[in-house]
């Protein structure tokens, strides 16, 4: 089978009819990151199928109260113990903005790049057929009411002082769990002294996972959540755990610029000032988070003000956020030091650990972000470099949820939706036709 026909497949194979599982057992449930990126991939061959993909995640989205706008990061659409935590232990039944949903969910988000996700598929239904295009204008029509209130929901619950830096409350939200980035911060979180038993280690290999004083912690934070009923203002005021992630803050940051430009396309008749005033915020405020010792935005811790300086690839976003630094001298450093880009943190950093998850194993989709940016910034030769080394990992190693960047070998969970829709939206087209050009 070509590599088209083998990412296909896997998407198929992870559908469980209106939602894709981002791999079996390990994570058997419709993720919020994941889904819009597998949208991508599903729009390559069933457009119908990924817009579906969108509305069901917007099933989970919490409706009213102080947390309107909300979406999880995990929608718990039909029951699975294959993974932990399930949704018995996020708690989140009956909680003010949940009473209308059929879907129980998880109680914090994660990266939105859904409006820029949305944007992408609409770009290419225009290039299928007038008639998919017109699906896509109702789609997108019917997603924006969703997606306005997400990017609302953030900038209310998370940024309540206006500071242009969106913080977030568990290493989970960021999507970059167990990132080196995080390691001080989490230090402060105790770790929770209640059994509990994780599954992850019954699918993937403990070298590639957290180790249990980072579970220990991320529960402790899961179940402080809870114990303030989920309620945000709460939750700000004392939370052990409060970080303002450059990863997060970029990637809501170009979706705003794509929310409003949905906006414009569809002659949207409300009031989105409010959002325009936002990204003016963040493209100021975010010049704080750059590193002189990287050359590279970094993340900030929120409860002590220090800088979190540390190289992870989510630094390297700022190109794909329209941020003013040029990342292009950075990242070709980084391409020159691994065979395989990008690793999620920089080799030579202490911190870095080439198998186990966020600490250093190159993540596709985040691969694809960094060279949209860095296209946009004027070098296309970083862009098709990065993507180069993408296309070579789809090829030597399969559709894995990550890959080390010293062998190429792939990682963590297997037949990976968000790696198949990488490549079928990214890679695939991109790598035939320079073939052909060549
Ligand atoms: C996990 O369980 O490892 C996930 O990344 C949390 O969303």
Redesign the pocket.
């Known amino acids: 089978m070509s590599l088209n026909q083998q990412a296909r497949a896997i998407l198929t194979g992870n559908d469980r009819g209106g939602y894709t599982l981002p791999t079996d057992g390990l ?1 058997p449930f419709q ?1 919020n990151w994941d889904a819009s990126v597998t949208a991508l991939g599903w729009m390559c061959f069933a457009p119908a199928r990924a817009w579906e993909e969108m509305r069901w995640l917007f099933k989970g989205q919490w409706q009213g109260g102080p947390n309107d706008g909300f979406l999880a ?2 929608a718990f659409h039909a029951p699975s113990d294959s ?1 932990f935590p399930g949704a018995d232990e996020w708690g989140t039944d009956g909680a003010p903005g949940t009473e209308a949903l059929r879907t129980r969910t998880s109680s914090i988000s994660q990266p939105p790049l859904h409006a820029t996700m949305v944007r992408w598929m609409w770009h290419r239904a225009q290039a299928i057929s007038p008639q998919a295009a017109a699906e896509a204008a109702e789609q997108v029509r019917g997603l924006l009411p969703g997606l306005l209130a997400h990017h609302r929901w953030w900038y209310r619950a998370r940024d309540p002082d206006r500071s242009g830096l969106v913080l977030n409350i568990h290493p ?1 939200e960021t999507g970059m ?1 167990n990132s080196p980035a995080w390691d001080v911060p989490l230090a402060r979180v105790p770790q929770t002294t209640r059994p509990y038993t994780r599954h ?1 280690l019954g699918h993937v290999d403990a070298s590639m996972r957290p180790p249990q004083s980072f579970y220990d912690r991320v529960v402790y934070l899961m179940d402080f959540n809870r114990a303030q009923d989920f309620d945000p203002v709460k939750i700000l005021a004392s939370c052990p755990y409060r970080v303002q992630d450059v990863g997060i803050i970029s990637i809501l940051q170009r979706a705003g610029i794509d929310l409003l430009a949905l906006c414009a396309a569809c002659a949207w008749d409300g009031d989105v000032q409010d959002l325009h005033a936002a990204l003016a915020r963040t493209h100021n405020a975010v010049e704080a988070l750059w590193s002189t010792r990287w050359n590279q935005y970094v993340s900030r811790d929120a409860i002590t003000g220090e800088l979190l300086d540390v190289p992870t690839s989510s630094g390297l976003l700022g190109a794909y956020a329209g941020f003013r630094h040029d990342l292009g001298p950075t990242v070709a450093a980084w391409l020159a030091e691994t065979p395989y880009a990008l690793p999620s943190t920089r080799s030579g950093f202490p911190g870095f650990e080439p198998l186990r998850y966020w600490r250093g194993p190159v993540w596709q989709h985040v691969n694809m972000l960094i060279a949209d940016g860095l296209q946009r910034q004027g070098h296309a030769h970083l862009a098709q470099a990065i993507q180069a080394c993408s296309a070579a990992l789809f090829d030597a190693s399969g559709f894995h949820e990550y890959y080390d960047p010293l062998t190429g070998r792939g990682l963590g969970g297997r037949a990976f939706s968000w790696a198949a829709a990488t490549c079928l939206h990214w890679t695939d087209g991109a790598m035939k036709k320079q073939a052909g050009g060549a």
């Open positions: 994570y993720w990061h995990i993974y989970w769990d992850d």
